[in-house]
């Protein structure tokens, strides 16, 4: 596995972000979420809010060779790792621990001592693997108009934690 190189995104990478989300969510969530809500919940516009956090300089882009490989965003006042995707050409092969990372020390940096999100049913292994407590699971509601189940998790950041 080859490091990626990181960057801060800017506002005209937001739809090649949106793209990469869909196309891995469409490949990662298969089996977990029924295909008409998966759809449904994937043809919603960025927010507003996501824009913000563009716009704020916390999103992070992952970079091999000059290939988006993924990405993260954090939502400081929620202290929520809002999104991390990675390009299924790359599943499984480190990047997503890498982006992890990457998001936690921008957390850090932005004074967040402990950091949540809503993980898909498909992702909270992984994130369990991160050291992310599974809180809780549940119904939620997103603004596509679907019902969605969820993990809710939370990470407690340290200085010296390194995942």
Known sequence: MA??????AAADDIERL?????????VQCAGYYPAEALETWLA????AAFRQYVAQGHALIGERAGSL????????????????????SAFRQGYGAQLL?????????LGIDSLTLSAALNAIDFYRAHDYELITTDSFA???GV??????????????SSS
Request: glycine share 4%.
């Open 3 to 8: 490091p990626l190189t990181f960057r801060t």
């Open 44 to 47: 919603a516009p960025p927010s």
């Open 147 to 160: 019902t969605l189940e969820r993990g809710v998790m939370r990470k407690t950041l340290t200085p010296t």
């Open 69 to 88: 490989i993924g990405y993260a965003v954090i939502d400081a006042p929620g202290r929520e790792l809002e999104a991390l995707f990675v390009a299924p």
């Open 18 to 26: 949106w793209a990469l989300r869909a196309e891995a969510a469409r």
């Open 101 to 109: 990372q990457r998001a936690k020390h921008l957390a850090a940096t």
């Open 142 to 144: 997103h603004r596509s």
